[in-house]
Structure formats: C-alpha cells, structure tokens
C-alpha cells in the first residue's frame, strides 16, 4: 500500500505538494494502479506517494480560443469523444473510442496517457499529426514543450518531479482539414496495438492538399511523423492515389520490436498497410 495519498482542491496545493516530495501524479488512474498491482504481485515496489489531481478544477474541461483549442490534464476519453470539435480532431476522438473499454474512457485521461509515455500510447499519433502543444507547471514556474519533444523514450518523459502536466494545447487549423486514425491489435477492442497511424490533412477549396501530418506508434520507441511521406502528399489533388505516395524508404528510420503480440518484420509490413489504408479512407471523406 502507499504510504502517503493527499488529494489536493487547488493547482497551487498541488503544486505545494510536489515541491515537497516524490510523488507519483494520478487523475484516472487507469495506468498507476496497474502497474502498482502488478510490481506487489511480483514483490516489487509500487508507487509509494500518490497525489490525485481529480479534485483540481482549474485542470479540467475544453475550452476554445482565437488560435486554438485547450484540453486540460484532467479531461478523460469520454470528454473528447463527446466534445463539440473541429473535424481535424477526428483522428483523436477515433483514438478515444479504442481505449481500452467504456469504463477505461470515463475515467482515463488523454494528458495521463502521454506521461504513462509508453510506445502504444493511443493518443501520441494523433497528437503528434495537430502539433499538440504541452503545457507544464511547477514550484518554479510554467513552460511548454512541443510534444514531440515532451517525451523522451519508452516510459520517459521531460518532466522534472516537481511538475505536472496543466493541459495540451491544440492550434487552430483550416476548416478544410480532416483526420483519421487506425489502429491495428490481435482483436478489434481492449487490445494494445501492434501498429496504428494517425493522418491530418489540409486541403485548399481546389481540393488540393496544402499541408500534411502523418504520425506512425507501436513501431518505434516513441511515436513519430513521417516527414518524407508529408512532403510527397503537398500538393496532391485529393481524387490521386495518395496511397501510392507511401515508399519504403520513408519507414527506414523506423525501429520496431519482436514481442508477445507481433515480431518486427509484420509490424513494419502492418505499419505500411494501415497507412496506405488511412490515406484512402481520407480520400474518400474528402
């Protein structure tokens, strides 16, 4: 058991709160608990400080501004697949649907899913592809961090002890841009993925594409776009097959790993096929 749980009502307590000590941040839960279940199974140590962030309401809702939209730290999967957004959110409220079960999405947040930092994290992706914006606090103030560059590795993120993720913010996009996600595991919920890509697209009124975002997960130690891919998409006319844009060579820097769930080799293959199906399945909605 821990031997320490406070449950602060202001940003400022909790802040307080980590200035002081070590302590494991937890709004859903849906990763902590987990991980703590499993490390006393095997006679390891869990999380020994818990600071549950769910009564800070600064933290929580979506709100819509000039340049774009805020998503507090405390917003769970239900909240996004239920918000009144932009279509070029389509391809993270498809990801909160694959979260997972209903009861994962009511209390998992998306801002805990990226400081859990694992490779399948179903929210990188798509976050990844609307350039998703970080936003930190600690006891010696706030920064933000291009996402991208918010996590480190595998289970590693830039966050120093002493802070805590407010909330992610989302720049605005042209109204002409769509988005998808697909996500590829052994059955079609509750499963995490053996490969999954995210895709945003920005088209002009010719139907032209001016602006491209692809983001690939599950095949490397973190999420990444494809940048050789984007370049090849500008300037396509949506009736083209965009799916042919996709060569091999734009996957070489990818790097991923035999496991329980798939080896390398499919995962590569999977990763290609997926892609080739999001950019199709984006066509046709275009």
């Known amino acids: 058991m821990p031997e320490a749980y406070e449950r602060p009502n202001s940003l400022n307590n909790a802040l307080g ?24 199974a095997w006679g390891r140590e869990g999380p020994q400080r818990l600071l549950d962030i769910t009564d800070v309401d600064e933290l929580n809702g979506i709100r819509s501004q000039a340049d774009g939209h805020w998503i507090g730290s405390r ?14 959110f ?3 409220r498809l990801a909160a649907r694959e979260v997972g079960g209903l009861q994962i999405q009511n209390r ?23 350039d998703a914006i970080v936003e930190i606090a600690g006891a010696h103030g706030s920064r933000k961090l291009p996402l991208s560059k918010f996590i480190k590795g595998n289970r590693r993120t830039a966050l120093d002890t ?27 919920y509750l499963v995490i993925s053996i490969a ?26 973190v999420a ?32 991923p790993i035999d496991d329980i769930r798939a080896d390398a ?8 096929v997926i892609i080739r199906r999001a950019l199709n399945d984006l066509r046709t909605r275009c």
């Not at 917003?75 to 070029?88: G, H, K, Q």
């Not at 992610?168 to 996600?181: D, E, G, M, N």
């Not at 009124?205 to 130690?221: F, H, K, L, P």
């Not at 080799?265 to 290609?272: D, G, I, K, S, T």
Request: with cysteine.
């Open 17 to 40: 709160l980590l200035a002081q000590g070590n302590w494991t941040v937890i709004a859903g839960g849906t990763d902590v608990y987990p991980m703590a279940t499993e490390a006393f």
């Open 75 to 88: 917003v769970t999967w239900s909240d996004i697949t239920r918000a009144n957004l932009p279509s070029y």
């Open 90 to 92: 389509d391809g993270l």
């Open 108 to 130: 998992g947040t998306v801002a805990g899913n990226i400081c859990n930092a694992s490779p399948a994290a179903d929210s990188v992706p798509p976050l990844l592809t609307l």
């Open 162 to 188: 002493s802070e805590l993720v407010t909330g992610l913010f989302i720049p605005k996009r042209q109204s002409t841009s769509h988005a998808t996600f697909l996500k590829l595991g052994a059955r079609r």
């Open 196 to 221: 999954m890509v995210a895709v945003t697209i920005d088209f002009d009124d010719s139907n032209t594409i001016q602006d491209a975002r692809v983001a690939i997960g599950s095949c490397s130690e």
């Open 224 to 255: 990444c776009r494809l940048y050789g891919l984007e370049d090849a998409l500008k300037g396509k006319l949506t009736g083209t097959d965009l799916a042919a844009e996709l060569k091999t060579d734009m996957l070489s820097h990818l790097s």
């Open 265 to 272: 080799h499919y995962r590569l293959n999977a990763a290609a």
